[in-house]
Nanobody, 119 residues
Framework: QVQLEESGGGLVQAGGSLRLSCVSS????????MGWFRQAPGKQRESVAVITKGGVTTYADSVEGRFTISRTYGKNTVYLQMDNLEPEDTAVYYC?????????????WGQGTQVTVSS
């Protein structure tokens, strides 16, 4: 069974930085897309950043230029470097992996890690 485990969340002041990590286990194939999503209280879950197997990255407009997504190839791990954090970045951050394997789609989620940015 595939599992994703996030770490690195916490409490930080506005303008500070955090680095989130996501480690996977149980997979027998290399994930196509890995990404980070977040959900703030009372809001829908939204995409923050995604990185493809080929290294192409996309970011939400609200984090462009402040966040950087990266992944370690061959290990199905993904990171999110978050700089110049703002109180609006406060949310639970979820790791995601999705794509196709053995002619079937997959969509895996971690349990989430809390990020709180104080003003």
């Amino acid at each position: 069974q595939v599992q994703l485990e996030e770490s690195g969340g916490g409490l930080v002041q506005a303008g500070g930085s955090l680095r989130l990590s996501c480690v996977s286990s149980g997979s027998r194939f290399y994930f196509d897309d890995m990404g980070w999503f977040r959900q703030a209280p009372g809001k829908q879950r939204e995409s923050v950043a995604v990185i493809t197997k080929g290294g192409v990255t996309t970011y939400a407009d609200s984090v462009e230029g402040r966040f950087t997504i990266s992944r370690t190839y061959g290990k199905n791990t993904v990171y999110l470097q978050m700089d110049n954090l703002e109180p609006e970045d406060t949310a639970v951050y979820y790791c995601n992996a999705k794509g196709w394997a053995y002619k079937r789609p997959y969509d895996y989620w971690g349990q989430g890690t809390q990020v709180t940015v104080s003003s």
